[in-house]
């Protein structure tokens, strides 16, 4: 009898997981989200700009598990709770059995509750209907100013991300290259769109090495975004953003990247987590001998016990780990603890820009790194595009036979 391997989670760790699973003969793969798309959360600041299409970050989760060589089963359902001691997980409506479990639930947005009104004023990103309202207003104010392209009214708007992370940086450099490139339609009115990007911190993209910082530092001061480190935002309303030093920031827009937290599930588990929430598994990354955690919703670690960046690609390469880990269970062979690595990374600076490295040894800037990030993102949308293409032929040919 095949064993049952239920993953619950579509974002990056989820999808790699089902792919490193079935074509696994031994194996039935059933992927559950309550979302019936894939949303490509690491291509969201060119979506908010403008620059990418809906069909560009969203892909049909239905027909990419009918992509397979053997479908994959899909159940568009949240998960609320799961029973460890009869291997069950349970939804609103029934509960399914499971020889082994793969968490992949992902993070949201930490609006942080000591910021007053931040969460009611904050537009986060992590989820795709809160990009795509960001998206409408940000058109509706290059609209606008097209339509006062002959006016004598003046009127300035600060776009603001709370944020200097990777996700806030992209966004920020994105919007600015657009507000740019639309100056030659905007006219002088383009002046009138700010951007600032607020940190706490003394640095934008704190974590990152010293090459990354500088070059972006100076990629977002020549788009012309405004730079605030060491600012502690203490209060958020319709209008304003008030700041611990007694300053005040009007603004018209604001995206919160701030800060995450994991999503995770009710269990009948004790089980560890840290201050973000996230799930602490063993070095094999289970939190039972069967429930393997997975992606953002986890504490990764590298081989030096250091905690790693919550990013696409640590995801994915847990998912992979687990994935070897299921094979080799089902052989009676263990599996060396992980120890996750960053090989990589590049920041997207808008337009055809960007600053990374690889393997800590290999730095580029500009079209070359741009060009560099462009082929990673390209070939892991395409593998999940001709998978979605073959699903939904698939399907079509399923339906028209039936009928």
Not at 177 to 196: C, F, N, P, Q, T
Not at 361 to 375: D, N, W
């Amino acid at each position: 009898m095949k064993k049952q391997v239920l993953v619950i989670g579509a974002g990056y760790a989820g999808l790699r997981a089902v792919e490193h699973l079935a074509s696994d003969s031994r194996l039935d793969i059933t992927l559950f989200d309550e979302s019936p798309y894939h949303y490509l959360q690491t291509e969201a600041y060119g979506y908010i700009a403008g620059r990418f299409d809906l069909h560009d970050v969203a892909l049909d989760l239905k027909n990419w598990c009918h992509g397979f060589k053997r479908p994959v089963n899909f159940v568009q359902k949240k998960v609320k709770f799961i029973h460890s001691k009869t291997q069950e997980i349970e939804t609103d409506e029934v509960k399914f059995t499971y020889d082994y479990l793969i968490i992949a639930t992902g993070a949201r947005t930490n609006f942080f509750s000591f910021i007053d009104g931040l969460e009611k004023y904050g537009i986060g990103v992590k989820k795709l209907y809160r990009s795509h309202r960001f998206r409408t207003a940000f058109e509706s104010l290059l609209y606008e100013k097209i339509e006062q392209k002959h006016s004598t009214k003046s009127q300035t708007y600060n776009l603001t991300i709370g944020g200097a992370g990777l996700s806030g940086v992209e966004i920020a450099a994105d919007m600015a290259d657009v507000i740019k490139r639309h100056s030659k339609s905007i006219g002088e009115s383009a002046k009138e769109l700010h951007i600032y990007l607020i940190d706490a911190s003394d640095t934008i993209l704190p974590g990152m090495s010293d090459y990354i910082i500088k070059n972006t530092y100076e990629r977002l001061k020549s788009l012309g975004i405004h730079i605030m480190t060491n600012a502690f935002i203490e209060k958020v309303d319709e209008s304003s953003i008030y700041f611990k030093d007694g300053t005040t920031l009007n603004y018209t827009f604001m995206i919160f990247t701030g800060g995450i937290v994991a999503n995770n599930i009710n269990s009948d588990m004790n089980l560890s987590y840290n201050r973000i929430g996230q799930y602490q598994p063993n070095s094999t990354l289970r939190i039972s001998p069967n429930i393997f955690t997975v992606g953002d919703c986890t504490e990764l670690k590298d081989k030096e016990k250091k905690v790693l960046p919550p990013t696409a690609q640590t995801a994915e390469n847990s998912a992979q780990y687990v994935a070897r880990a299921i094979q080799r269970d089902l052989i009676s062979k263990n599996i060396k603890p992980y120890n996750g690595k960053v090989d990589g990374v590049f920041v997207a600076l808008g337009g055809n820009y960007a600053v990374g490295e690889i393997f800590a040894f290999i730095k580029v800037r500009g079209y070359m790194a741009y060009l560099f990030k462009k082929i990673i993102t390209k070939s892991y949308y395409l593998g999940l595009k001709l998978r979605l293409n073959t699903g939904f032929k698939k399907r079509t040919e399923s339906i028209e036979h039936n009928d």
